[in-house]
């Protein structure tokens, strides 16, 4: 069964948070078994994180702290670019819970048609590996046809992951966890980030 770390840590946000509620809804530890204490572990974490992550996020509203990649509200988030719909449809934004929303309004200085230097006014959905999507709402008035009306453009941000999968030893090295065959890490060859997961049976 291939069920990912980050599937498990949103079923517990979603509140399935013990391991029995997961096995019933989706099948997991339910084959050999091996992968029960490490799910019991992630659950356990995530229960944990979740209080801490409130607080976090009413610090980055209530007192205007930076946001994971280190810009401000006032700035464009690093590696900022233009998406279809198309490509939102495969980004985290239909299976992963966001770890915070943020508004935000920046000067973006484009060459690309139809974008041009704009002033973004967006919503910025960020997920737990500093990458996120956005949306920005603007009137777009057609001189021909002498009408407007209000337009919706998709943006992502944040590293643009090239995953290599580590061997135990790799993962060793790095001071990854790595639980055996069934164990499978990868990590981003740009900023070094981890993903975790069991794709046993």
Known sequence: MNITDSQIIEKVRNGLDTVDEQ???CGIT???GGCYSLVK???KEEKNKRMSKTVRV???VSEHIDSPDGTDSYEMPKGWRAITMDELAHTH???ITPEFIEHRQFNWDNNTPPYGKKRIIAQLYWYPDKTGVAFHKEWVYNPTKREGQWELFYFAFGCKHQ?????PEESRVRGI???GN???VHECQLCKYTNSYDSSD
């Open 182 to 184: 069934c164990w499978h």
């Open 23 to 25: 096995a019933r809804e």
């Open 93 to 95: 934004f239909n299976n």
């Open 41 to 43: 572990k992630i659950i």
């Open 177 to 179: 966890a790595h639980y």
């Open 30 to 32: 339910m084959g050999c």
């Open 163 to 167: 995953f290599k999968e580590l061997s």
């Open 58 to 60: 009413f610090k980055l």
